[in-house]
């Protein structure tokens, strides 16, 4: 059974860190930089990208797991499942315990507001978090393979280091974290956000194959409704960090006192 790795007398915490994007995409890479010498780094991300994947599982094929060179003194497997997968698939079969804290990121694009249903990289966060394991997922405004991750490094080793200094207070300590894209400079601080009331405005564009069949692709504008300043949407739009607590728990508690309330049976 995995335990914490030890520096002298001092336990060092096992940190986990998966992703949306590939074990090999520069935003993970980032990632493993900036918790350096903060604990036992363990990466466990998927063989291939898996961005939207949201909350979704493997149960109809096979699951593999291949120990990769992929990390300088980092113990990788690449997974051939989804994000959520390889947070179950390392509590199991490669820590043998849970982490001290699991990481996802760093994403290469916005998961702001509605995107947090969506998105592979938080969904493997609130995976974790469902274990009692405080999470963190990590997102770059920036969906460009060759992003500038310096400003993202920097703001995850802070926020990182303060879940860690209190992550016992919260074991489903969950946060959803975006950095502005643009240089480090350029960001004012980190704010404490709630999630935006915002969503896509989609349509699926009709296009013919070369059989001249019908396929479709799926495009949208992001539409934001709330003029609220205390969003993520804003924080990120006035060059802030934005951090929003998140849960597993979707009941709507106001309304389940109406309806107590007001239906009677």
């Not at 849970?98 to 998105?119: F, T």
């Not at 920097?154 to 300590?173: P, T």
Request: contains cysteine; proline residues 4%; charged residues 25%.
């Amino acid at each position: 059974m995995a335990t914490k790795a030890k520096t002298g007398n001092k336990k060092k915490p096992i940190i986990l860190i998966t992703n949306d994007d590939g074990v090999t995409a520069p935003g993970i890479r980032a990632l493993v930089e900036a918790v350096k010498g903060l604990g036992k780094v363990i990466v466990v991300a998927p063989d291939k990208p898996q961005s939207g994947m949201g909350h979704a599982i493997t149960i109809g094929t096979p699951l593999r797991l291949q120990k990769v060179n992929v990390f300088e003194d980092v113990e990788t497997y690449a997974c051939s499942g989804t994000p959520v997968d390889c947070v179950k698939l390392a509590v199991d079969k490669v820590i043998h315990n849970k982490p001290d804290i699991c990481l996802s990121g760093i994403n290469h694009g916005a998961n702001h507001s509605i995107n947090v249903i969506y998105s592979g990289t938080m969904s493997a966060a609130l995976e974790a978090s469902i274990e009692s394991i405080p999470s963190i997922g990590f997102s770059l405004l920036d969906l460009s393979i060759e992003a500038d991750f310096t400003a993202a490094v920097r703001y995850a080793r802070i926020i990182v280091e303060h879940v860690l200094k209190n992550s016992r207070k919260d074991k489903h300590l969950c946060l959803n974290v975006n950095i502005p894209k643009g240089e480090d400079k350029m960001i004012k601080g980190i704010k404490i956000c709630r999630q935006a009331y915002a969503k896509y405005e989609e349509e699926f564009d009709e296009r013919k194959d070369p059989h001249g069949r019908r396929y479709y692709w799926l495009t949208g504008e992001f539409l934001n409704f709330d003029k609220g300043k205390d969003t993520d949407v804003w924080a990120l739009k006035n060059n802030y960090v934005s951090v929003v607590p998140v849960q597993f728990d979707l009941t709507n508690y106001d309304l389940k006192k109406k309806l107590e309330t007001n239906w009677k049976f």
